[in-house]
Each structure stands twice: as C-alpha cells, then as structure tokens.
C-alpha cells in the first residue's frame, strides 16, 4: 500500500472533523467519516442503522443482555451482549479502510484509523484538541447542547473515544505520542490549521 493516508483523532467539539474534511478537500484526497458507515452498508449489505447505533462505541457488557440475536454479513451473532457485535463492525471498518486505501490517498476521522494503519510508510497521524471553554462554546452553539448538560456531554463522549480506542487499539487515545503532531484547535481557524498539517507533511515528504 503506498497512497497517502492521513487519520485524525479529536475530542469532542474540537472541530477536527471539519478540519479533516477540508484537509481533504485542499490536498484532493478521499474523506472518511461517517462515509464508511454508508459503504459497509452498501458493500456488504448490513443494516446502516445498527451500524451507526455502534459506530465508535466500546462494548458494555450489559447493554445488549436482553436483545434479540443480530445477522451481521451473514454470520449469526448471539446477542447475550453487545461485544461480538462491536468486534464485527471494527473488523469490516478496519476491512472497508484498508480496501479504500488500496485505491485512493484518504483522511480518515477517528475509528481506531492511526492504529489500524500503524505498519503503513505514508501514514501521518493527527491529534486535534482544544481549550475546554472553547469546546463547551461549540458543543453549546452548534450541536445544540442544553448549556446545564454541555460539560457532561464533552467529558462522556472524550471517555468513549479513549474507551474505545483502549478497547481496539494498542496504545492511550489523546496520548501525543501515538500521533506525529497534535494541533489546539482554540486559536486557529479551519484553513489555518489545515495549513499547519500541510507544512509538516511537505517536510516530512522532503524527509524520504
């Protein structure tokens, strides 16, 4: 495999999707988010909204207790608990990736993405994060978050990103060595950012 791949992690409300989404408009790449979901569906003909029902979620090992057993790509899973399910879905994730990278340079949002493609040559990892106020002010404003329930919303789904990267990946989610280069978001505005992570692939490409 020698394309391009970019993966970005972010906390929650730190405006990294925006920022890989335009990543990838600028540098003419493929950009994988919630995109993926869609095309596991398509491909491989699962029901798009149980995928998205687990998509980036850590098994709880209570949570699907009482479910009705689930076909997932023609494989019966017994739903006594959610975590055969979520080890399905990270697995055609990781196949769905992997099949894309073959074929396109990509920035990939999330999904255990940098560790899943840990052994490629072009991969240039990204950490996005930001102030905490500057965050809540996003959560509030954009996602349309109660202002009492904001800080609870930010701290649970940051704790789901790190347990699900804990859960799938080897290594601790936010940890900035298990990324070539974190950016605070606060400060800087998407084009901007955008620039940064261009200027340090351009130094690294001169680098090989």
Same mark, same amino acid.
């Given at each position: 495999m020698s394309k391009d791949i970019i993966t970005i992690a972010r906390q929650y409300g730190s405006n990294g999707r925006n920022v890989g989404r335009r990543l990838a408009d600028v540098l003419g790449y493929k950009f994988l988010d919630k995109e993926i979901i869609a095309h596991i569906a398509e491909t491989y003909d699962v029901d798009a909204t149980m995928l998205n029902k687990y998509d980036e979620q850590s098994p709880s090992k209570f949570a699907g207790m009482f479910s009705p057993s689930v076909t997932l790509t023609n494989a019966y899973i017994p739903m006594y608990n959610n975590i055969l399910? =979520?080890?399905?879905?990270?697995? #055609?994730?990781?196949?769905?990736?992997?099949?894309?990278?073959?074929?396109?340079?990509?920035?990939?949002?999330?999904?255990?993405?940098?560790?899943?493609?840990?052994?490629?040559? =072009? #991969? #240039?990892?990204?950490?996005?994060?930001?102030?905490?106020?500057?965050? #809540?002010?996003?959560?509030?404003?954009?996602?349309?978050?109660?202002?009492?329930?904001?800080?609870?919303?930010?701290?649970?789904?940051?704790?789901?990103?790190?347990?699900?990267?804990?859960?799938y990946a080897d290594g601790k989610w936010g940890d900035p060595k298990q990324y070539d280069l974190c950016i605070n978001s606060s400060k800087l505005n998407v084009d901007e950012i955008v620039g940064l992570i261009i200027n340090y692939k351009e130094a690294l490409d001169r680098k090989k």
């Open positions: 399910f =979520n080890d399905e879905v990270i697995r #055609l994730q990781a196949k769905a990736l992997k099949e894309m990278a073959e074929e396109n340079n990509i920035v990939v949002v999330g999904r255990c993405s940098d560790y899943i493609f840990r052994n490629e040559p =072009n #991969l #240039l990892r990204i950490f996005i994060y930001a102030d905490d106020d500057v965050r #809540l002010k996003k959560i509030i404003n954009e996602y349309h978050v109660p202002a009492d329930e904001a800080k609870s919303v930010m701290k649970k789904a940051d704790k789901n990103r790190a347990n699900y990267y804990s859960t």
